[in-house]
């Protein structure tokens, strides 16, 4: 027995159903396998797989019963309720020893080991994709296709939870999303899938991946072409050398930020886009031209890091307020920066920071932006370990007396109120998708895991009052994609002018609506799994995790309360508008 796993060692066999395998796949049937059921030999199955637990079974943190009362079964469905995917990725390549005859995972290997495995995925999709469509077809008739250009009735997509993704996803027409955006969206998944998820509990737990951040990360996402999607349309090919999707525009940025939130966990996703698509910016559109190929290239390749630093001890959604100060050097050649930025995302990873400073009078007036660099004399960094967000590297930024070149002004002097003003449409339309995707997350965990927990002698779905919880976050979550969706169309049809005069309350309003959703949906979900969405790790990690990512969500970008009132003022002076018309 022993010797038989070890034969199978080498096998390493990924979620990617295009994965290359050592050896020949084993395929076993359930009779088999249910002669493996003794101290010394056992076997069990989850989702089509087989492992030897014959060793394992002494270490399992559960203890050996619970294990050995499984053995030659088929335990799928008691391992749900326990574990999450951390754990398969963990021990699943090591004790694996094959699959069941005819389950979907055995046929999944077994085209994977196949000598032309790409072809026989291709082929095996292409087949599925028809029987789809033959299906759909003769329920509903053919689909109607009143433009070319727009999705009818696609294929379904993804883990096909019922609103576990945006309806579009889910065979529903939509007039927003056209095949380019199927194909950006298929990129999007399998990248994330690959390069994010399986990594995202550590770098939690780690508070990030390393002391160089995720520079590694975002090397490899410019190199496969999605980085430069991060700082939204036009794509910024003028500073790269990666092509981006046909006709880039801000639907294909929502799915990039859509797909990477997938992942659950706020600190991760920050901890990659949450410097880069706020701080870069402002030099994208109001930089000299020597600042913009100075620094926006290296940041969107990965070699820089950049982050935004506005908030201070003592303003946060006061941007007016700022303190911290930029005088002229006696020589007019540098500005002299005094003062502390406070809560900044990346600041201990970042090079460069895109930095709100006061350089005239009180008020919005007296404001201008400065690029300071981490290697200037007087700049130091502080990590702060907060409720939430391990992953994002927030950070406490002191500024002592650092001399900053002129040349590092961004756009005109104490025009820097307009530049932030500017930058904060996109700064909290990102906070909107990421919340959205979190609430979704919530609402998907807690789908499945109802759907395997049972209670009372029936599952957990089977009572009225968790579906209540799972219809409330339902309808939260559906009514806020549309509103997404459709300020999403305006950014795409309106001029960056036209947006901020038009578009700046809706975005407000619906970031308090996005983060009011993800919040509720966290709390539900987090009933409905009990006391395994209260430890860390195991099968609520995710729920766990962003619960304590909601305040990171509901006040940077602007606190909730300050973003109703603005939004209602903004709704008050277009109708004084109005009415003189």
């Known amino acids: 027995r022993h010797n038989h796993r070890t034969a199978h060692s080498g096998i390493r066999i990924r979620r990617d159903p295009l994965a290359k395998m050592s050896e020949e796949v084993k395929m076993y049937s359930m009779e088999e396998i249910a002669e493996h059921n003794k101290e010394g030999d056992m076997w069990v199955v989850i989702n089509g797989e087989v492992f030897d637990i014959s060793d394992f079974i002494e270490a399992h943190p559960g203890g050996q019963k619970v294990l050995a009362v499984e053995a030659g079964k088929d335990a799928t469905k008691r391992y749900e309720l326990f574990h999450g995917a951390d754990v398969m990725r963990k021990y699943g390549p090591r004790l694996r020893i094959g699959f069941v005859k005819g389950s979907k995972a055995g046929k999944a290997a077994a085209r994977a080991a196949s000598p032309n495995a790409k072809q026989a995925e291709e082929k095996y999709h292409a087949k599925r994709d028809r029987a789809i469509a033959m299906t759909l077809n003769s329920m509903f008739g053919p689909a109607r296709k009143p433009d070319t250009n727009v999705l009818v009735r696609t294929n379904p997509y993804g883990q096909l939870v019922p609103y576990g993704d945006p309806s579009w996803y889910q065979t529903l027409n939509s007039p927003y999303y056209k095949k380019t955006h199927v194909e950006w969206r298929q990129k999007c998944r399998q990248w994330m899938d690959t390069h994010i998820t399986p990594f995202v509990k550590k770098w939690n737990e780690d508070y990030g991946p390393g002391e160089d951040g995720y520079k590694h990360i975002i090397k490899q996402m410019y190199k496969d072409g999605l980085m430069p999607a991060c700082v939204g349309p036009p794509w910024p090919s003028m500073y790269v050398d990666k092509k981006g999707p046909e006709e880039f525009d801000s639907f294909h940025e929502l799915i990039f930020v859509d797909e990477m939130s997938r992942c659950g966990s706020g600190g991760v996703t920050w901890g990659i886009l949450g410097g880069i698509t706020i701080g870069l910016p402002p030099i994208i559109h109001f930089g000299s031209e020597e600042l913009k190929k100075r620094v926006v290239p290296g940041c969107l390749n990965g070699d820089k890091v950049i982050c935004l630093c506005i908030t201070e001890p003592h303003a946060g959604s006061d941007v007016a307020g700022l303190q911290t100060t930029a005088e002229k050097s006696e020589c007019g050649k540098y500005y002299i920066v005094n003062g502390s930025k406070k809560w900044i995302t990346n600041g201990i990873w970042s090079d460069y920071y895109t930095v709100a400073v006061r350089t005239g009078g009180k008020g919005p007036k007296g404001i201008s932006l400065l690029l300071i660099e981490k290697d200037m004399e007087g700049v130091s960094t502080r990590h702060m370990k907060c409720m939430g967000v391990w992953a994002s590297g927030t950070t406490y930024i002191n500024f002592d007396n650092v001399k900053v070149p002129v040349s590092n002004l961004i756009g005109k002097e104490n025009k820097g109120w307009k530049y932030v003003m500017y930058n904060f449409n996109h700064e909290r339309w990102t906070i909107i998708c990421q919340s959205l995707r979190f609430a979704r997350v919530c609402y998907e965990e807690a789908f499945k895991y109802a759907s395997r927990r049972e209670t009372f002698g029936r599952s957990l779905i089977k009572h009225q009052a968790i579906r209540m919880k799972l219809a409330e976050m339902i309808r939260k979550i559906e009514s806020t994609q549309s509103w997404l969706e459709s300020l999403t169309y305006q950014l795409t049809t309106m001029n960056k002018k036209e947006q901020n005069m038009k578009l700046g309350g809706a975005i407000a309003l619906l970031k308090t609506h996005a ?67």
Do not use: H, N, W
Request: with cysteine; charged share 35%.
């Open 515 to 581: 983060t009011k959703t993800f919040e509720f949906c966290a709390r539900e979900a987090a009933q409905i799994f009990g006391g395994a969405a209260y430890t860390r790790g195991g099968v609520g990690e995710k729920v766990e995790r962003l619960y304590r990512d909601v305040r990171a969500y509901a006040i940077p970008g602007g606190s909730e309360e300050i973003m109703m009132d603005f939004g209602s003022r903004e709704a008050v002076k277009k109708f004084e508008r109005f009415s003189r018309m």
